[in-house]
């Protein structure tokens, strides 16, 4: 597949400079035959919908969003995939002749690294967070069978979440933690100070459980290493990224990268 034109993809975020997407995007490029290019631009809150309108150009493909755009990003759109209006939050913006499509490729990303993984199906599962990420993990798990219960530092906003997407909103101290089989770290926790972790004092999960954390940088949260300590699996966020791009891209572009090109790109990046 080829192409003589530029294409232009791009991922807005606040912070941006540390995401991998661009690697990744760039090795696509180069395994579907396609001159493009993929550039991270941070894009403060309240900026969005002018970054959005930039994208309706030829040779535009679309961008990826990342905090704290997911949620916001549903007002800007010309329309939703039907994941991404169920979800109620959009990672993926797609520009077909003029219009933006929101698509949210989080979830089945999502659920693509927990296959990966032999994550354990069903059974108690417990999301962190409350934003765009979280609800993505919502609805995957929900999905996959379990009993969902979400924990956050405003208890409000996931018992809104529930409200939308279903499951149960509990204070930390109140998870039945010896039941939970999954655990899925969707905040912002350990992404900008290593030392900072969403859950302290872990608890003992299930025998078995797995830890999915979304953070990808560092490689090895603190929540991670403390969990692990307790017994259980962990795993952080690249396999998630890797095979939610994977689809981004076959949204932009049609062509359908293998997850492990995507993969390589990352672990070259070590």
């Keep these: 597949m080829s192409s003589p034109d530029l294409l232009r993809a791009f991922l807005y975020a606040d912070p941006a400079a540390h995401s991998l997407s661009p690697t990744m995007h760039r090795a696509a490029f180069a395994h579907a035959g396609l001159r493009g290019e993929y550039t991270a631009l941070r894009v403060p ?26 949620e916001e990003a549903l007002a800007f759109m010309d329309d939703l995939s039907p994941g991404a209006r169920a979800i109620g939050a959009v ?9 933006l499509i929101g698509e949210n490729t989080d979830a089945p990303g999502l659920l693509a690294a927990l296959e990966a993984a032999d994550a354990p199906g069903g059974g108690v599962a417990v999301v962190l967070g409350a934003g765009g990420a ?5 609805w995957a798990l929900r999905s996959r069978g379990h009993d969902v219960r979400v924990v956050n530092r405003t208890f409000e906003k996931a018992e809104a979440l529930t409200a939308d997407l279903g499951g149960m909103a509990q204070p930390r101290e109140a998870v039945p933690w010896n039941e939970v089989t999954l655990l899925v770290n969707a905040s912002s926790g350990g992404l900008s100070d290593p030392d900072a972790t ?14 999915s954390d979304m953070v990808y940088q560092p490689r090895e949260t ?10 259980a699996r962990t795993e952080n966020g690249l396999p998630m990224l890797a095979h939610q791009a994977r689809l981004a ?17 990352l672990e070259t990046r070590r």
Excluded: I
Excluded at 222 to 231: D, K, N, S, V, Y
Excluded at 249 to 265: I, N, S, Y
């Design 45 to 70: 809150a309240g900026e969005l919908g002018e970054a959005l309108e930039r994208l309706r150009v030829p040779g535009v493909l679309g961008a990826n969003l990342s905090l704290p755009h997911k």
């Design 91 to 99: 990672n993926t913006v797609v520009h077909r002749e003029g219009r």
């Design 134 to 138: 979280a609800r993505a993990a919502v």
């Design 198 to 211: 969403p859950l302290p004092d872990p608890p003992a999960l299930a025998p078995g459980a797995l830890l």
């Design 222 to 231: 603190r929540l991670m290493r403390e969990l692990r300590a307790t017994g």
């Design 249 to 265: 891209f076959r949204a932009w572009t049609g062509a359908d990268v293998p997850a492990l090109v995507f993969l390589t790109a």
